[in-house]
């Protein structure tokens, strides 16, 4: 049993416009010198977050040959050791192969596709502070005691997929066993 201390902060649900102001903002991001794959890699990595609700460490584990014909990620065992193909929208397959090709200019053979200045796989602790970097500059939530997450993101994803589904009971039961198997999760109650 979790202690009160333990809870789990209540998620953040983005707007669109804030998606879009944090996109922009990492697309502003200072270039420096050792990653001049900075900008790029940051908005296709909180896009790409942000459009299929992947977790942080399943987006920074992603490698070269995860990316599937057809716009299809290979997601390999993740948390609870499961694997998962995640269909991309179109308009995330274009991101992608644009990202893809600036990426060729400049992360030589390394084959991360989010790859370190030392191609290798990117620490999450770098990408949490140039999160939170970015949302201070986007103007996101700056009200807020504690800032939102990058995992919010996800949240966020999750909330929009089900706004769709309508209201009916026996579709949104459906909807919440394919988005249980889309994100990734052992149990549906989670």
């Not at 649900?13 to 697309?27: F, H, K, Q, S, V």
């Not at 010198?33 to 990595?45: E, F, H, I, W």
């Not at 942000?50 to 977790?55: N, S």
Request: net charge positive.
């Amino acid at each position: 049993v979790k202690r009160i201390s333990e809870k789990r902060p209540v998620p953040y649900i983005y707007t669109a416009d804030e998606i879009t102001r944090i996109l922009e903002m990492a697309g502003k991001l200072r270039h420096q010198r050792p990653n001049p794959l900075r900008r790029q890699l940051y908005v296709m990595l909180f896009g790409l977050i942000a459009a299929t609700g992947l977790r942080v460490s399943e987006a920074l584990a992603l490698k070269l040959d995860d990316i599937r014909d057809g716009g299809v990620l290979h997601i390999r065992e993740t948390k609870f050791r499961k694997s998962r193909l995640v269909p991309l929208h179109v308009t995330v397959v274009q991101a992608l192969e644009t990202y893809l090709e600036a990426r060729r200019q400049h992360a030589g053979v390394c084959d991360w596709l989010f790859p370190s200045v030392q191609h290798r796989e990117m620490f999450s602790t770098t990408v949490n502070y140039t999160f939170r970097c970015i949302l201070r500059r986007a103007g996101v939530a700056p009200e807020r005691r504690q800032q939102p997450r990058i995992h919010d993101l996800r949240h966020t994803f999750a909330t929009r997929v089900l706004e769709q589904c309508g209201a009916e009971r026996g579709v949104v039961a459906r909807h919440f066993v394919a988005l249980s198997t889309y994100l990734g999760y052992a149990d549906i109650r989670n």
